[in-house]
């Protein structure tokens, strides 16, 4: 409850006064209803399903119930900082046609103690479609703002993915425009110490739908379509299915020899789980 305070008073706390609020109440058990309620301004619109549908199904009714020509998502854990809605507005006005979405920069902030993780600091801007199947540029959905033309044209988010709905939407608004970006970290990113390793199933079954969704373009690029089915390999080992991700990693290996991660997270896949967490971990601190 109380994230969900801060994210609403960060929203009407932005310099930019020409906006309208729309929380979605994805069958809470909590006091959410109440605590919108308490705000009492004109400006917010809180709308509750019956049933739980989850998050992409959330979004996409905000985006239904929205009236403005820009979109913008927040997640309840993050903050917006106050320019963040003015400053993407001016760029959009100031851009040609063809820019249909604008993300910024990012402080990454531990829930647990308030401390700074770090800055994200985008550097990639324009058509980012064929980059986009490799990896997710654009990051955490509450830094960007849309043009809602374009999800008209890209389509809303794809509910039946139980992970990775961000960044299936982002590959298809790359399909239909060109994005920029503000340098400016305009958004506090909370992340829970557990968020990194929760549901480590559901993140495998989410880029394993990625994969499939476009298979045609990533495996078009044999290091592309390496790096997605380690990471693929890389979740379902993390959540006990030692067999997929043996499996996975083989066809990452078959598909580009030369990419070196490949093979420590196979050795460590065929050792005990201590291991290859320590290993990953290595390998990561490595980056190679």
């Known amino acids: 409850m109380k994230t969900i305070k801060r994210a ?3 929203v009407l706390n932005q310099t930019y006064s020409n906006f309208e609020v729309i929380v979605i109440d994805d069958a809470s058990q909590d006091e959410t209803g109440n605590l919108v309620a308490s ?9 509750r399903h019956e049933t739980n549908k989850g998050g992409a199904a959330a979004r996409n009714t905000g985006i239904r119930e929205s009236q403005g020509q820009y ?4 997640d309840s854990d993050d903050e917006w900082l106050p320019n963040k809605l003015k400053l993407q507005v001016e760029l959009f006005k100031r851009s040609s046609a063809d820019v249909g979405a604008i993300y910024t920069g990012l402080t990454v902030i531990s829930q647990d103690n308030n401390e700074i993780i770090n800055h ?19 990051g955490p959905l509450s830094s960007l703002m849309v ?12 509910e039946r993915l139980p992970s990775c709905q961000d960044w299936d939407l982002c590959i298809r608004l790359a399909s239909v425009t060109h994005f920029l970006f503000i340098e400016d970290p305009l958004v506090n990113y909370y ?3 557990d968020s990194i390793t929760a549901n480590p199933r559901a993140k495998a079954i989410g880029h394993e739908f990625i994969l499939n969704k476009y298979i045609g373009q990533i495996k078009s690029d ?10 693929i390999g890389h979740y379902f080992n993390l959540s006990g299915d030692r067999k997929t991700a043996v499996f996975y990693f083989l066809k990452a290996l078959f598909s ?3 990419y070196l991660r490949i093979y420590p997270y196979l050795l460590g896949a065929l050792l005990t789980g201590p291991f290859y967490s320590r290993l990953t971990a290595f390998i990561r601190a490595l980056r190679f």
Do not use: M, W
């Open 39 to 47: 705000f009492d301004d004109d400006k917010i619109k809180y709308i």
């Open 256 to 258: 580009y020899p030369l």
């Open 120 to 138: 994200r600091i985008p550097s990639v801007s324009g058509d980012l479609e064929p980059a986009l199947y490799a990896e997710n540029l654009i």
């Open 8 to 10: 609403i008073h960060s």
């Open 222 to 231: 044999r290091f592309v379509y390496a790096k997605q089915t380690l990471t």
């Open 71 to 74: 979109i913008a998502f927040l």
């Open 191 to 193: 992340l829970n110490k």
């Open 147 to 158: 043009r809602r033309s374009c999800l008209g044209n890209s389509g809303f988010f794809d």
